[in-house]
């Protein structure tokens, strides 16, 4: 069926430095809809990014990702750490499959940012 | 803007009792309701998706008569969770989706934690 990988569980960082949160999936429509959510504590999960369009940069609040189905990949990224951005971090693909619109989610990254 | 609100935020429920939980839209009219669960050390999982004008659906692990839906009009719906045991215990998210493309967006509340003693 279809799923999300990411590697990471937790990834630290020294404000400042590049952030890259790896995303990988799979699934058996070529119409992918790709999403990274961002979860604060005792928050909702607030959605960050999204694309559906092969190899095309989008970007929002500082992250980008783009979207890459050669290698069925989304990773996140950002030029510069920042102590806010420590947060969890969910990939997540759109299933179009029988069960209708629902997201898969990987198991998320906790990104802490350090000074 | 569009906001999810989930009550409660938190709940203990005694093993082998049930407890309520509600999701309500304000600011917009979903159309559609997505249950999800996270347990401990694990992602979301779907429980169920409920559409406009369809019969609530349950992913597979999942049952109507562990997790019964209402979903009464397009800004509330409801979940109880009959039975309570310790496998139950989590993270139980709301999301509501406004449209009915899959690139809509979906806003999450925050969440009903559910601890089961």
């Known amino acids: 069926g279809d799923s999300v990988t990411q590697k990471e569980g937790l990834v630290t960082l020294t404000e400042g430095l590049p952030v890259m949160l790896n995303c990988t999936y799979q699934?058996?429509?070529?119409?992918?809809?790709l999403f990274w959510y961002v979860h604060y504590l005792n928050e909702s999960p607030r959605l960050l990014l999204k694309?559906?369009?092969?190899?095309k940069r989008t970007e929002h609040q500082g992250f980008h990702a783009t979207l890459h189905k050669s290698s069925s990949s989304f990773h996140l990224q950002k030029s510069s750490a920042q102590l806010s951005d420590s947060a969890l971090y969910y990939c997540a693909l759109s299933d179009r499959g029988s069960s209708g619109n629902k997201l898969i989610f990987g198991i998320g990254t906790l990104l802490s940012v350090k000074p | 803007g569009a906001l999810v609100y989930q009550y409660p935020r938190r709940t203990i429920c005694k093993s082998g009792t049930s407890m309520r939980m509600e999701c309500q839209a304000v600011g917009f009219q979903a159309t559609s309701v997505a249950w999800y669960r996270q347990s401990p050390q694990k992602t979301f999982e779907l429980i169920a998706l409920s559409t406009v004008n369809s019969a609530i659906k349950y992913e597979q692990n999942f049952t109507q008569e562990k997790f019964p839906i209402s979903h009464p009009n397009l800004s509330f719906s409801s979940m109880t969770v009959l039975n309570a045991y310790l496998e139950d215990r989590g993270l139980y998210l709301c999301g509501a989706r406004l449209g009915g493309r899959d690139y809509a967006e979906q806003f999450f509340g925050p969440g009903t934690r559910l601890t089961v003693l």
């Open positions: 694309s559906s369009t092969d190899n």
């Open positions: 699934t058996i429509y070529s119409n992918a809809f």
